[in-house]
């Protein structure tokens, strides 16, 4: 059991001498959950553990619902666009974070919905973030397959949007911007597997006198010429689930990643492997639970012991792109969130009801933050 788990933690955790955790809320027009991350952050002492910075699409909106209760500082909104650019908010929550009073290499960059709760206390996060997982940053990795080129050279990496940075990474963000536009970012992806099939990369040819090779080789280019007439498929995501990744350790090599890569600085798992053992694992850190339809789901076995627990209940997942909302949680709910791997849940929002007399951040803070 860690110290966390225990209730102790290390005297320098909770004085800021680990760091600080930055909060960087992407929100629509409120924080529909602002009371029950008011009880998270009470145990902690703002600008010394912890700060928050919200981005609202509708600013207006969002400063009028959060009427300057809790610890939330608004910032300008920023042009965005789902799933094509999100980066823009995201890294102006980044430079309001790393710019603002304060600061250590330890600090920890926490990306979090408008839907998102903690299902930990402020001090086993904090343990998490800032002891055991060192100075490195956390990305929850989809299996391989879902992964895509980069200019037909290299790969990739596919993402959760919802990841820790470290501020070597978080000012490598804004950097990245430079070179890699948003906007025009998913125009350089392309899927490293299409149809079940994994595409060969720029460059490799099927050269051989073998007949049934020069046949496959000729079928090749012929799909490469077909591609160029009508432009190459799509890739399956979204510009914010590619780019962070590649903003912090560029790009993979496709040939040296089926043995293995050494990713110094990633947290949790920090090798990266593309072979058929790993082709349905999730690889990195996982920290926030996100429920998706059946067959894009990455939790499983913690679904299923949620479908089993009493007194919660899930809706249907709106697309394959949209999470399921939690419409009830319970105290069995709450236990069964303490005794998860994960820091943070998404989707609760001001329409999830809480399976007793407590309101909801109620329930949060007598179950889980005290």
Known sequence: ???????????????????????????????????????????????VDYDAFVHCTNETACR?????????????????????DLITPMNALVEAAVTSEGGSPRDKFIFVSETTVPIKSLQHVQHQLLVEDGIGSSF?????????????????????????????????????????RPLTFLRTLTPLVWFKVEWLSRGMYLLSKDYTLRLLGSIYMSVLHLVALVGPPNVAGCTDEFWHFAAAFDYVDRTSATSGLQISGLSGTPQLVMNELTSNTTQGSCYTYTH??????????????LQRTPGTKMGSAESVKHPTRFEQLSEQSMAAFLQSPFLFAR?????????????????????IYK
């Open 347 to 367: 989707k609760v929002d001001d329409h999830t009801s809480f399976d007793g007399p407590l309101k909801l951040a109620e329930a949060f803070d007598r179950y």
């Open 1 to 47: 059991m860690s110290p966390a788990a225990s209730g102790t933690l290390p005297e320098d955790v909770g004085t800021g001498a680990q760091g600080k955790l930055f909060f960087l809320f992407l929100a629509r027009d409120s924080l529909p959950n602002n009371e029950t991350w008011i009880k998270f952050f009470a145990s902690g002492k703002q600008g």
């Open 292 to 305: 998706f339809r059946p067959d894009q789901d990455h939790f499983t076995v913690f679904t299923e012991l």
């Open 64 to 84: 009028k619902s959060l009427g300057g209760q809790g610890p939330f500082t608004v910032i300008s909104s920023s042009p965005s666009t789902w799933c094509a």
């Open 140 to 180: 929850c990795i989809h299996p391989w397959p879902r992964w895509a080129w980069h200019e037909a050279a290299d790969v990739a990496v596919k993402h959760d949007q919802w990841i820790v940075l470290s501020r070597k990474h978080a000012q490598q963000s804004l950097d990245f911007a430079a070179d890699e």
